[in-house]
């Protein structure tokens, strides 16, 4: 009842996480998330080396086809008027390829700003966590030093006035214990106090790390974008130099798009496989890393009403003495400030503390509850497990279709080269060198094609 | 200290809010959010208008362009050797236009997404808002029905059993009096009890607009990809009828582009005035919706520490009466069960109802804490006046790309059009229609050109 809807696995998650899993063996691998072990790391390496397969194979298809496409040709007579078979379309194929690569490119940048997104949702929710955990020391501070202050200060004077009257002296030190028993209480709830792990410092280096990687994968669109244009402005200008400094371009990025297709698909991999059950495995290591009792943690991580409050004894122990050093100072206000008026002064003081104690408890008890800390678990896991296996999913896409256009493209983009008419400075467009290829077929005579055309 | 990081109104939130506003009379229009006011609703109508004075102007200029381009051309003798003066590229700034229009396709997508993960995350944050407050109603009334039945159970068989000792029945008489207490606080804390508001209903509507928004803008931007695509396609087959079709299309999407744009210019200009300072107008209207007190209100949409929790005085004195009905029992327990016996079962299980209350009443405090709720409301606030006004700001990018891109396209393609040359059946690009522009220029005489072309 008390928790709301929280982190449930997408079809995604499922989906890759079902996939079989296999080490350098080819010995199959439990897809259970478990980073430090080797078997496991194999089997992410296996899914990146993929990517080098892929890369490896669709060279020697290009190769092959280029190979074939420059020594097969059949001769044919200088001046003939149909086309050569199968040669017709390699402007515009190579144009609709690098369209396709742009298509990816808009996907990669959509993308990159999912990913983005959900890794700084993730970063948000560690700080907001950090905040609640920083709060619950501060608060719990505030209070053992106010109720010390009131127990050292108000509650001794207060003692001295009623001094003469044992069974007035007797009341005000019940109550003396009973506030010294709250601050024995307090430092018992501030349970994140002296953990080594800085919730700061994770979500500051998830941030870190992703700047990085947001930016590597903007500079790789960017390049991306910039040799289809510049491909795209050679065909248009007919350069022969620009289309091959261009097909070398295109080769540098189908290696890198072939090598982030691997990077993605590990990493995706990884992600399902983290994303498919991340309590047990958040669980275990964060008792590794902080020390803290499993009941505080289960507590937190799952925030259901199978586990109860560890800090609940505590809370109820504090307030009934809190309640109860409030009655006794009442009924002192009652019988012993008309007979000794030099006491109102301490009591109003201290039930002021009182009384501002319980509001700050209020809040305390509010910060303690799973509540908050186990919603900003449901959004960091949202962000990492639905945001950003999207975009990467989205990334890996990108990859796919920018591979697959380059591949065509660094195919067609020779075809296209052997059909450029020999360098002629005279042609111009509108004073530039842009060709318009629909117009200069009506105008200008045919030259003599180079024989292999 | 006790709030997180709260909302703050991005920069674009302040430009936009600083434009200057004007009713139809062209009076200057103050830029607070007031929907309800005639004179801001002009203010936003003419906003929208300005698109439609854009409309107005790019086909008057489309117009004057191309009557131009028809009737003032210099004569030239058929079969003249130079491209016409400026009518060279047509093609190709046609297809350089068409690219600036997918661009802004990809724009428009990013944009829409945007958008939708902002109105989501404003829908999202309202269920939960409505979760919990729902949560506080279905606590206290479990609160109230437990120690109600305490009270009349369990208390009245205690006190017919201890009837013989009135001091014992006193000590009883007063446990049920603190327990009375309680159950009258107890209602007073369920605020949201019976308010004509439901959030869930709210939830549900803007979830439904927002779907409706969404698909009429993905439908916007598959017929703009898809017109341009077969601009492209008929381009390269030359084909003329499937030119002037999508030269009537480009012209409907002109139309469509300029009417959003007016559409998202007004809604970010109202949606500004609104982000700039939300806490005031959403007051004052949840104040009329609801008929909660102010200081309730203000409480959870400020939450900060000069407002005080309104509830505060209820919880302690509820609480101070648990303890109270608490220490009654802990000490009829001590000195009536040696006499009693039969005391001890009721007695045991009025104190394990004391302590589920007080677990309870713990998760109380929890939920009415404005913590949880104001973090709900700066959600809702970032999904809207960032992630969602961002988005707007995106969709706003792409009308204005595909519109300049489609009055570009649509000034340049009859110029390509009169370039092509006329039907030729025989004219084949390895079986299909596709022209190879680069390759006729070289295989095929000049056709004699059309004297206007």
Chains 1, 2 share one sequence.
Not at 198 to 205: C, T
Request: charge should be negative; charged fraction near 15%.
């Amino acid at each position: 009842m008390g928790t709301p809807p929280g982190y449930r696995p997408s079809a995604w998650v499922h989906l890759l996480h079902q996939l079989p899993r296999a080490d350098f063996q080819l010995r199959p691998v439990p897809s259970d998330f478990a980073p430090r072990e080797q078997s496991y790391q194999q089997a992410l390496l296996l899914v990146a080396s993929l990517a080098g397969l892929g890369l490896g194979l669709s060279l020697i298809f290009i190769a092959v086809y280029l190979i074939r496409f420059c020594c097969c040709r059949t001769p044919e007579p200088p001046g003939a008027k149909s086309p050569p078979p199968g040669g017709g379309c390699a402007t515009w194929s190579c144009i609709a390829a690098l369209l396709v690569g742009c298509a990816g490119i808009g996907i990669g940048f959509y993308g990159n700003s999912e990913a983005s997104d959900g890794v700084s949702q993730l970063s948000a929710a560690l700080l907001h966590a950090n905040h609640t955990l920083s709060d619950i020391d501060h608060l719990v501070l505030g209070l053992v030093e106010r109720l010390g202050e009131a127990v050292r200060t108000e509650l001794t004077s207060l003692e001295e006035v009623l001094t003469q009257h044992t069974d007035l002296v007797a009341a005000a030190r019940g109550a003396r214990r009973q506030v010294e028993a709250v601050v024995q209480q307090l430092p018992g709830l501030a349970f994140w106090r002296g953990v080594p792990l800085s919730l700061l410092q994770v979500a500051e280096d998830v941030s870190f790390v992703e700047e990085y990687r947001w930016l590597a994968y903007v500079l790789l669109l960017l390049l991306e974008l910039l040799v289809s244009l510049f491909t795209l402005l050679g065909l248009a200008r007919q350069s022969k130099w620009l289309v091959v400094l261009m097909t070398t371009m295109i080769l540098l990025v189908l290696v890198l798009s072939w090598g982030s297709m691997g990077l993605e698909a590990a990493t995706a991999v990884g992600l399902s496989d983290f994303c498919s059950s991340p309590d047990t495995y958040l669980l275990n290591v964060t008792q590794e890393e902080t020390g803290l009792s499993s009941d505080i943690l289960s507590y937190y991580f799952l925030c259901s009403e199978a586990v109860s409050n560890p800090f609940q004894q505590r809370l109820t122990v504090s307030q009934r003495a809190l309640a109860g050093a409030h009655s006794n100072l009442q009924g002192l206000e009652r019988e012993a400030v008309p007979q000794f008026p030099a006491a109102q002064e301490p009591l109003l003081s201290l039930e002021e503390t009182l009384n501002a104690t319980e509001g700050d408890f209020h809040q305390l008890v509010a910060l303690l509850h799973c509540r908050s800390l186990h919603k900003d678990y449901g959004a960091a896991l949202r962000g990492l497990c639905e945001d950003a296996l999207e975009g990467l999913l989205f990334l890996l896409l990108f990859s796919l279709l920018s591979a697959s256009a380059l591949a065509a493209a660094l195919c067609s983009l020779p075809r296209a080269w052997a059909l450029f008419p020999p360098r002629n400075p005279s042609v111009s467009c509108s004073g530039s060198h842009l060709s318009e290829p629909l117009l200069r077929a009506r105008l200008e005579p045919a030259p003599a094609l180079p024989s292999w055309a």
